[in-house]
């Protein structure tokens, strides 16, 4: 097992740089040179500019594209409302969708599914940018990746796994995703519905990330579900709401069975606090990190 004390972040700028001109700019990290190990055996891609000559594309506002067939126009850096239709109120049928600047290029992008605590339930998505990926991606122009962030109507809970991997489906349909790199993350009640679905549905992603969550008892039925699996456990040792005693009996048991997991471990921090790891960047290159072999591109 991989026990990490959290301490920083890395510079995501360089990941975003890597997406569009396929370099390693000076001082780039060791992750960083893992996603653009990542991107060699990827779609063929435009000649890069030359180096220190900006991208005109970089500097323009967010732009809006006829890009998928059937939907509104689609705007690049910037959360947009979607509607998945369910004739069931208390399924899951609104939702935000990111998508990241030069989506247009034909490269193949990765693709978080983020699934939001407790709080944030109801009928009015743009509560979903009080806290965690939404939150960030409000001013962040430059997120690399494709981002599918739901919302659980009132009184619900993140139960229905099936309905989450449908809407991932239709998201990737749409647009040019990476299959090799789908990942699923959350937080606090939404971090329960990564457990759930990363156990009803692994052969879907390449990395899951369930951060504050009340953590299921350790079970040998977990851990061959998740055998091929990367786990990142995010917890704070003075979590109030979901104990960090669960967390890190997960881990042990994920770790004896065998499974590839990392236990992030944020020293004195209560529930709330971790609300910070979407504001920083070392989390979203450790899934880069990752990528699921045996997918069609």
Do not use: C
Not at 152 to 174: F, H, I, K, M, N
Not at 198 to 216: Q, S
């Amino acid at each position: 097992m991989k026990i990490r004390l959290a301490l920083g972040t890395v510079a995501l700028v360089a990941l975003a740089l890597l997406l569009r001109f396929g370099d390693i700019p000076e001082g780039s990290t060791v992750l960083d040179r893992e996603w653009n190990d990542s991107l060699e055996a990827g779609s063929a891609e435009e000649p890069a500019p030359p180096h220190g000559q900006e991208s005109r594309e970089a500097t323009r506002e967010p732009r809006s594209l006829g890009f998928a067939g059937g939907i509104p126009s689609d705007t690049t850096g910037s959360l947009l409302p979607r509607d998945f239709p369910a004739d069931d109120p208390a399924l899951v049928s609104r939702y935000y969708l990111y998508l990241p600047a030069g989506i247009e290029s034909g490269r193949q992008w990765p693709l978080i599914l983020y699934l939001h605590g407790r709080s944030l339930r109801g009928s009015n998505l743009s509560i979903l940018t009080r806290y965690g990926l939404p939150a960030r991606l409000q001013n962040d122009r430059s997120f690399p990746f494709v981002v599918v962030a739901p919302q659980l109507p009132g009184g619900q809970s993140w139960t229905d796994t099936g309905r989450l991997a449908r809407l991932v489906e239709d998201v990737a349909a749409r647009y040019p995703i990476d299959h090799t790199r789908i990942y699923l993350i959350g937080y606090s009640m939404g971090a329960g519905g990564v457990w759930r679905t990363a156990i009803d549905h692994p052969e879907m992603f390449a990395a899951a990330a369930p951060t504050a969550a009340w953590t299921p008892d350790p079970d040998p039925e977990v851990a061959r579900a998740l055998r091929d699996l990367p786990i990142r456990i995010d917890h704070g040792t003075a979590d109030e709401v979901a104990p960090f005693a669960r967390a890190e009996a997960m881990a042990e048991a994920l770790e004896r069975a065998g499974v590839d997991v990392t236990f992030s471990v944020y020293p004195g921090a209560d529930h709330g606090e971790l609300t910070r790891i979407y504001k920083e960047d070392d989390l979203f290159a450790w899934l880069l990190s990752h990528r699921r072999e045996g997918q069609a591109r």
